[in-house]
Nanobody
Framework: QVQVVESGGGLVQPGGSLRLSCAAS????????MRWYRQAPGKQREFVAI???????DYADSVKGRFTISRDNAKNTVYLQMNSLKPEDTAVYYC??????????WGQGTQVTVSS
């Protein structure tokens, strides 16, 4: 059993910042990828950022230069620093952990609302 728990969401004004955290726990051998996705009301879930175990990162074009993903392998935790937030960043943000076995686990999501 693997649990993935996101935290750090909230309400922020446009131009503000938030830092999301995602911690994986349970029967974990090795976590390979950790990814962030988001889903806005009425829209499909979309990729935001990825951090591989080797340290590589990649981002959706819509967040490049504003969001930064980082990872603590010892804690099985990934972070998403979000700066210069825009109203269109409003969504539920989900964390996805992919184990070396290719099994995937999702968190319940954390709400991010960007509004004045």
């Amino acid at each position: 059993q693997v649990q993935v728990v996101e935290s750090g969401g909230g309400l922020v004004q446009p131009g503000g910042s938030l830092r999301l955290s995602c911690a994986a726990s349970g029967s974990i051998a090795i976590i390979y990828h950790m990814r962030w996705y988001r889903q806005a009301p009425g829209k499909q879930r979309e990729f935001v950022a990825i951090s591989t175990r080797s340290g590589s990162t990649d981002y959706a074009d819509s967040v490049k230069g504003r969001f930064t993903i980082s990872r603590d392998n010892a804690k099985n935790t990934v972070y998403l620093q979000m700066n210069s937030l825009k109203p269109e960043d409003t969504a539920v943000y989900y964390c996805n952990a992919v184990l070396l076995s290719s099994a995937e686990y999702w968190g319940q999501g954390t709400q991010v609302t960007v509004s004045s």
